[in-house]
């Protein structure tokens, strides 16, 4: 069976944008691939984190995967940091990635731009990223926009380590979505949707409640002309609201241009917000439920050890083809 894997980094409090880009499509694709989901706390500390919060955002986006539809007994859902394969296989990988190919790879630069000093581990995190995918032999990979560099440096390192060493690797495919990849802030729709905006009222977090949700929708910007028609060049702002309502409606993108055909922005962003309160409901009250119960604790100690099972042969193939000892 086709393998695939991904994560939700744990280094805030996670908006909608993770939803129709990430937890919606991890839903889907349980049932096609045999799937890893895990959260990559691992990657969160490249910048500093407050230990209680990370503790707790940990837990959250365990409890998200979950509440939102993953189901463990189907997917393996775990911890990064449980399985120390990770960071083994990260270091060995370090010795075939470029530094050329690190400097070059454009989340760092805008994530470093403006500052004195960033962790080394900031600048080399993408080859952990490569060990997470490579250590389980995944097959595919979902990616956004903003990772489609990343997948690309992972298969690179992956067949220099083949050529050089023999197959050890597979090489993963990426996974690309059309609708909901990327979720843009509601008073800017050519910047993602971020918690660091500090206009609140540009980002929907999973969590919010329907007041706050009917709020900012209410708020968001739209243009002058009172068309709901999606148009990425024309109406961007717009064309983000259409395509947020067919990532929690379900629906595509010309029903619900036809459905407010005429109708203006206001009754369409009030609906809007009601179709991102009736899918979150549910997934917010499944999360209050397991987010501090044994039974998550539960689901986290079987990933790991299921994980663990399957990372550990990869990691001493990898040794072995480099010339390791091993027992």
């Not at 990979?141 to 489609?148: A, L, R, T």
């Not at 009222?201 to 009917?214: A, G, K, L, T, Y």
């Amino acid at each position: 069976m086709k393998r695939l894997l991904s994560g939700i980094k744990p280094s805030g409090d996670l908006n909608i944008g993770g939803y129709g880009g990430a937890l919606r499509q991890y839903v889907n694709l349980q049932h096609d691939y045999e799937a890893y989901f895990f959260v990559p706390d691992f990657h969160a500390v490249t910048v500093y984190q407050d230990p209680r919060k990370l503790h707790q955002r940990t837990r959250d986006i365990a409890a998200l995967y979950i509440a939102s539809g993953i189901d463990p007994r189907k997917a393996t859902i775990f911890l990064q940091s449980q399985v120390p394969a990770h960071a083994e296989l990260g270091w060995l990988l370090e010795t075939q990635a470029h530094f050329g190919e690190l400097k070059r790879m454009t989340q760092f630069k805008e994530k470093s731009d403006g500052k004195d000093t960033v962790s080394s581990a900031l600048f080399t995190y993408p080859v952990l990223m490569a060990a997470d995918v490579l250590l389980y032999q995944a097959t595919h990979v979902p990616v956004g926009d903003d990772q489609k560099q990343h997948l690309e440096l992972t298969r690179d390192v992956a067949e220099r380590f083949n050529n050089r060493f023999g197959s050890t690797f597979i090489i993963p495919e990426p996974i690309i979505q059309d609708i909901g990849s990327r979720v843009m802030g509601l008073d800017d729709p050519s910047k993602k949707m971020s918690k660091s905006n500090p206009n609140k009222n540009s980002c929907v977090h999973m969590m919010d409640s329907p007041e706050d949700i009917r709020r900012k929708f209410s708020k968001a910007v739209t243009d002058s002309e009172g068309e709901v028609r999606h148009d990425w060049e024309q109406k961007p702002a717009v064309s983000n609201l259409i395509e947020i309502y067919s990532v929690f409606s379900e629906e595509d993108i010309s029903i619900i241009e036809k459905r407010y055909d005429g109708q203006g922005y206001g009754t369409f962003k009030k609906e809007l917000a009601e179709v991102v309160i009736e899918k979150l409901l549910p997934i917010q009250e499944k999360f209050h439920q397991i987010v501090d119960s044994s039974e998550l604790d539960r689901i986290l100690i079987d990933g790991a050890q299921r994980a663990a099972q399957t990372a550990s042969g990869t990691l001493l193939a990898a040794k072995k083809a480099m010339g390791f000892v091993t027992f």
